[in-house]
Every structure is written in structure tokens, then in C-alpha cells.
């Protein structure tokens, strides 16, 4: 697709409304996450989605899929490993008194290892809003990380925890990974999102071969499927 043919940028009101997206994953998928939300804001009724104070256009957000207590627990402990295996190397060329050194270093890595669990479990909700021209996952507090839909630098579909998903790598290396299920369960969100994917592709954002036939983008001259 060339780039006379993309659609416009829609304006912070949302209009002109993007085309609709094509479908990736296909029906929601109840037994993984349970929708709460997926619905439409009145334009202007919550502001400061993103960094330029666009209003909220759409939403959604589920429970988190089940068993996602076990989920957590291993991301907390996969998040210290690295840590863990560092000092356990340097205390054992270092230390004075290696037993000694051991305990303390597992009360301390024990202690940051609960703390990043609790601070994960305390969030029982998946949620993404969007405004005209980004996407942003937040926590219940409202705080997360934000992605403007038209400077994306890389597109990929992976299979994550929450199941097929869309990664998307902002212009400061931002990241965010997004579960297909959650994106189409509100179609108009999935739209604002799709537009953008499209307007960063022509832009030259970078997208391997296999996601540009997940998500129905034309390839590339030198690009070919393995």
C-alpha cells in the first residue's frame, strides 16, 4: 500500500474515524480474560491520555487471565534472577564469610522479590485506552506506558503470557505488548490502533515478514517469508 492511499490522521476528536481493521485473532476469547470494558468515551469527557492532553476516545480492560497469580510469582522470581546469579558470584570471590553473606543476600533478594510480586498482584485488571493518536496499558491508578500510534519504530506479533499479541516499540525504545483479544474486543480501539500500525509502516517503522501477513500490511520488495 502506498502512502496516498493510507487513510488520514485523525484530528484529536477522533474524526475523520480510521477504516475498520482487519481481524487478527477472531471472536474474544472469553475463557482467557473476562471483559469488563469496551466501550466509547464522549470525546473531552477525561483528558490527558496523552503527553499532548488529547481526550480519551476508547477503552477497554478484563480480569486478568486465570492463573495469573502463578503468572506473577514467576515473573517476579525470572525479574531477580539475574540479580541473584550476579551476587552469588561476587560474594563468592569476595566475601569473608561466604555462609553469612548467603543469608543475607537471600533475605535481601527474597524481600525485593515480594515487593515486585505484591506490587504486580495489587493490579487484577488489564486495561488500554486510547486517543486519537495513542495507546497507552495503565494500572488502576491510571499510570502506565504510553506509545504514539504514528511514531512506532518497530511492529512485531509474538505469543505472550496473555496470549497472541501485538509489540509495539515506541521512539524512545518504549515498549509495550498488547494481547489481540483485548485490541479487538473494541473494534473502534483496534481501529485508532490498525491506522496507526499502517501510517508508521509507510514511514519505514521496522516489521519482519510474517507480522506483515498476521496483520495484512503488503511486503516489502526485499522481504520474503522463510
Known sequence: MSAPELPPVPAPSGQPRPPTAPRVEGSWDAGRHRLTIAHRQTPGTLTGLTQHGDPLLESAAAHRPPGGLRTTALMAVYGVLPVTVVMTITLWFTAYDRAEAYLIMVAVVGAFALLSFLSEVKDTTVVLRAGARAIA??????????????????????????????????????????????????????DLVYNGIRHSEAAGAEIDADTRQVLGLPLRAPETNP
Open 137 to 190: 496499558e495503565v494500572d488502576s491508578d491510571g499510570d502506565g506506558t504510553e506509545l504514539p500510534l504514528y511514531e512506532l519504530r518497530a511492529i512485531s506479533v509474538r505469543n505472550s503470557l496473555r496470549g497472541p499479541a501485538l509489540r509495539l516499540v515506541g521512539p524512545n525504545k518504549q515498549r509495550l505488548t498488547l494481547p489481540f483479544g483485548l485490541l479487538e474486543a473494541n473494534q473502534q480501539l483496534w
